[in-house]
């Protein structure tokens, strides 16, 4: 099944969104601690990626009582953000991940170089 059948509210934190965004104060942050960011092109392109997984993601790892999350992802033809460095250089990601929190519905979009691993 692709796309996702349950619930869901966006997370109202400003922090999730901001962190994935180019030239926030939040990515600055994360340059500085850990050197690199994975960011959006644009707010625009962080609302279409969430559509498009909305309606056609696939959940992505496996089932794990031990996660709060449940993940669903999609792949893109096209880069949908850059992980950026300290240093100014760039790679295109073409990877969005939602994350659901399973107790509460509440989400928030990701672009990722691919899906997250679980063993």
């Known amino acids: 099944m692709t796309g996702i059948d349950r619930y869901l509210t966006p997370d109202s934190r ?5 962190r994935h965004l ?12 850990e050197g690199r960011a994975h960011v959006f092109k ?8 969430t559509q498009a997984i909305i309606a056609g993601g696939e959940r992505t790892g ?7 999350y449940e993940r669903y992802g999609l792949y893109f033809s096209e880069p ?3 992980i950026i460095r300290a240093d100014g250089s760039q790679t295109p990601l073409y990877y969005g991940e939602i994350k ?8 928030h979009a990701i672009p990722r170089t691919s899906p997250r691993r679980t063993s």
């Open 14 to 18: 400003p922090s999730l969104i901001d």
């Open 22 to 33: 180019p030239n926030t104060s939040q990515v600055q942050r994360l340059l500085r601690r």
């Open 42 to 49: 644009d707010l625009e392109t962080l609302k279409w990626v």
């Open 62 to 68: 496996m089932e794990d009582e031990d996660d709060d």
């Open 80 to 82: 949908i953000g850059y």
């Open 100 to 107: 659901i929190v399973k107790t509460t519905g509440e989400y």
